[in-house]
T-cell receptor, first 111, second 113 residues
Framework: RKEVEQDPGPFNVPEGATVAFNCTYS??????FFWYRQDCRKEPKLLMS???SGNEDGRFTAQLNRASQYISLLIRDSKLSDSATYLC????????????FGSGTRLQVQP | DADVTQTPRNRITKTGKRIMLECSQT?????MYWYRQDPGLGLRLIYY???????NKGEISDGYSVSRQAQAKFSLSLESAIPNQTALYFC????????????FGPGTRLTVL
């Protein structure tokens, strides 16, 4: 089983739609969580960190469920510019391990 | 100018050749990382360095070596390239701590024939 699992998609949604992605992680010792965005053939960039209490940044809401070991990302009022791959990222923070990346969920917002 | 740069951006080479990928950063971060990305597999960590004297293997270090020449420079070498090392390679940097963001370079697309 992969340490971080995501539905690869693609999710094809019309402009203005609300779309949600989930990500599951296998290691209960994981301590910090992130969503990164990656445009085609470009480098990943941090979209938002995910805090235990959940957090919102404009149209984006991230939530963490430690009991079920999943993270979610909700995008409201989708824009064409939201089309990208969204990477779920987990840091076990044990020893000196760096981040573990999911393989990503591709979103295509259509006019 | 970009904060994290990688050279070359694209490279085609032949099996058995030695290849060096270079990464430089102007962010003043102590931590640097090398990842490779393959379709369907996501980003996988090759090596990381938390300061100039600290080098650590990641999950897929076999066939690779690194050198941390200075705080700002971290190079990845393929001593004898093989076709399954064809991938997109990213360098990243971060400050210390749990929640600190990683900043990625633009990537190097390597093809081994």
């Amino acid at each position: 089983r992969k340490e971080v699992e995501q539905d690869p998609g693609p999710f094809n949604v019309p402009e203005g739609a609300t779309v949600a992605f989930n990500c599951t992680y296998s290691n209960s010792a994981s301590q910090s969580f992130f969503w990164y965005r990656q445009d085609c053939r470009k480098e990943p960039k941090l979209l938002m960190s995910v805090y235990s209490s959940g957090n919102e940044d404009g149209r984006f809401t991230a939530q963490l469920n430690r009991a079920s070991q999943y993270i979610s990302l909700l995008i409201r009022d989708s824009k064409l510019s939201d089309s990208a791959t969204y990477l779920c990222v987990v840091n076990r923070n044990t020893g000196r391990r760096a981040l573990t990346f999911g393989s990503g969920t591709r979103l295509q917002v259509q006019p | 100018d970009a904060d994290v740069t990688q050279t070359p951006r694209n490279r085609i080479t032949k099996t058995g050749k030695r290849i060096m990928l270079e990464c430089s950063q102007t962010k003043g971060h102590d931590r640097m990382y090398w990842y490779r990305q393959d379709p369907g597999l996501g980003l996988r960590l090759i090596y990381y360095s938390f300061d100039v004297k600290d080098i650590n293997k990641g999950e897929i270090s076999d066939g690779y070596s690194v050198s941390r020449q200075a705080q700002a420079k971290f190079s990845l070498s393929l001593e004898s390239a093989i076709p399954n090392q064809t991938a997109l390679y990213f360098c990243a940097t971060s400050e210390g701590g749990t929640y600190n963001e990683q900043f990625f370079g633009p990537g190097t697309r390597l093809t081994v024939l």
